[in-house]
T-cell receptor
Framework: GNSVTQMEGPVTLSEEAFLTINCTYT??????LFWYVQYPGEGLQLLLK?????DKGSNKGFEATYRKETTSFHLEKGSVQVSDSAVYFC?????????FGAGTILRVKS | SAVISQKPSRDICQRGTSLTIQCQVD?????MFWYRQQPGQSLTLIAT?????????ESGFVIDKFPISRPNLTFSTLTVSNMSPEDSSIYLC?????????????????FGSGTRLTVV
């Protein structure tokens, strides 16, 4: 079936550190891939997406590349800020349905 | 991109009662989706709601417990019926954000801000 596996958190970083949150997926065919962010007490916001292999999604300094060969969509940011503290969800789409990973809590210390 | 208004934003309900959650979109959309996020967990799709037809429920969710209405292309409701403390969750509606017309640009899926439900 279709599933998403994310690295477990929480991930705790100092401000300006490099961030990587790993995401791998299992799917039939070639799904679209997404990263969503949930700030404390808020709903989900789309952070970035990629709809085909080798696509790179980017937004607000975050990037992720759709790697078909490794079935991965790792999230990266070169320099995190305290305001990036949130829960990050990797997701895939199949048949208009989203399948989410478990979420990774990111805590950034000043 | 689409803007979704969801209400109520939160509620505390007595067990055995029902709560109806409303979701209003600022543009016409074919499909609307309802998700549940249990405390500390990820999101799980409850059902897909198309205008003019019955909602399609995912495994583990039934219409008697989560009746859904979809009277037009901009509005949907989800009712959580005969609630128990296990229903305490955040419930979110979502739409496929796609620009109609020749471009048909796919923006992704947009979510409402969620309804935080506590059942006591």
């Amino acid at each position: 079936g279709n599933s998403v596996t994310q690295m477990e958190g929480p991930v705790t970083l100092s401000e300006e550190a490099f961030l990587t949150i790993n995401c791998t997926y299992t799917a039939t065919g070639y799904p679209s891939l997404f990263w969503y962010v949930q700030y404390p007490g808020e709903g989900l916001q789309l952070l970035l997406k990629a709809t085909k292999a080798d696509d790179k999604g980017s937004n607000k300094g975050f990037e992720a590349t759709y790697r078909k060969e490794t079935t991965s969509f790792h999230l990266e940011k070169g320099s995190v800020q305290v305001s990036d503290s949130a829960v990050y969800f990797c997701a895939l789409e199949y048949g208009n349905k989203l399948v989410f990973g478990a979420g990774t809590i990111l805590r950034v210390k000043s | 991109s689409a803007v979704i208004s969801q209400k109520p934003s939160r509620d505390i309900c007595q067990r055995g009662t029902s709560l109806t959650i409303q979701c209003q979109v600022d543009s016409q959309v074919t499909m609307m989706f309802w998700y549940r996020q249990q405390p500390g967990q990820s999101l799980t799709l409850i059902a897909t709601a198309n205008q003019g037809s019955e909602a399609t429920y995912e495994s583990g969710f039934v219409i008697d417990k989560f009746p859904i209405s979809r009277p037009n292309l901009t509005f949907s409701t989800l009712t959580v019926s005969n609630m128990s403390p296990e229903d305490s969750s955040i419930y979110l509606c979502s739409v496929e954000d796609r620009l109609s017309g020749t471009a048909r640009t796919f923006y992704g899926y947009t979510f409402g801000s969620g309804t935080r439900l506590t059942v006591v």
